[in-house]
């Protein structure tokens, strides 16, 4: 079974720094990747998606992310974070393969605090 | 377009009493899921359903149950309520390329 690992559990920035988060999963065939975001008491939201084409994928909010398939990764960047950034960050993968439901596997999720 | 609405959005209820999760969506998915969402674990799916009449056990099902009965709603239910079944409850229904959108979640607490 595929696995989705998020190595930063919890990251604290000021604002206007650079993030990146990292994104790991392991599963050596077809994958579609996302990130998700859910800010404090609110639900899931998508903020980005990786099917297939440029691996290099913008979303919204100045978010984007990469996909590297030699190294299983997927992470997210943002060139300069904002107090409202404040979230906690979903890595999650589908893998493509046939006759199957595409269930989301999700990794345990990234706390980003962005200090004003 | 209200997408996925649940309700109801908290409970706390006693242990051993059955409660049922409602999850309703108008995007005419066919795939729904329930989710729990616990600190530090993420979100576990808990059921799927991948079209209306059919459903499925996720990574931990035990305690609960689901129903599809038409496209539009996917309750979740717990017969009898234990305390480790705390949590924030999410639902989501899936699009043809797999992209998930999520309820708003409930918030459920068990004494």
């Known amino acids: 079974a595929q696995s989705v690992s998020q190595h930063n559990h919890h990251v604290i920035l000021s604002e206007a720094a650079s993030l990146e988060l990292g994104c790991n999963y392991s599963?050596?065939?077809?994958?579609?990747l996302f990130w998700y975001v859910q800010y404090p008491g609110q639900h899931l939201q998508l903020l980005l998606k990786?099917?297939?084409?440029?691996?290099l994928v913008k979303g919204i909010k100045g978010f984007e992310a990469e996909f590297i398939k030699s190294k299983f990764s997927f992470n997210l960047r943002k060139p300069s974070v904002q107090w409202s950034d404040t979230a906690e960050y979903f890595c999650?993968?589908?893998?493509?393969?046939?006759?199957?439901?595409?269930?989301?596997?999700f990794g345990s999720g990234t706390q980003l605090t962005v200090l004003p | 377009i209200a997408g996925i609405t649940q309700a109801p959005t908290s409970q706390i209820l006693a242990a051993g009493r059955r409660m049922t999760l409602r999850c309703t969506q108008d995007?005419?998915?066919?795939?729904m899921y329930w989710y729990r969402q616990d600190l530090g674990l993420g979100l576990r799916l808990i059921h799927y359903?991948?079209?209306?009449?059919?459903?499925g056990k996720g990574e931990v099902p035990d305690g609960y149950s689901v129903s599809r009965a038409n496209t539009d709603d996917f309750p979740l239910t717990l017969a009898s309520a234990v305390p480790s079944q705390t949590s924030v409850y999410f639902c989501?229904?899936?699009?043809?390329?797999?992209?998930?959108?999520f309820g708003p979640g409930t918030r459920l607490t068990v004494l």
């Open positions: 990786y099917f297939s084409g440029d691996p």
């Open positions: 999650a993968v589908i893998t493509i393969s046939s006759g199957s439901a595409r269930q989301l596997t």
């Open positions: 359903s991948n079209t209306a009449g059919t459903t």
């Open positions: 995007m005419r998915h066919n795939a």
């Open positions: 989501a229904s899936s699009d043809l390329s797999g992209t998930q959108y």
């Open positions: 599963y050596g065939g077809t994958v579609n």
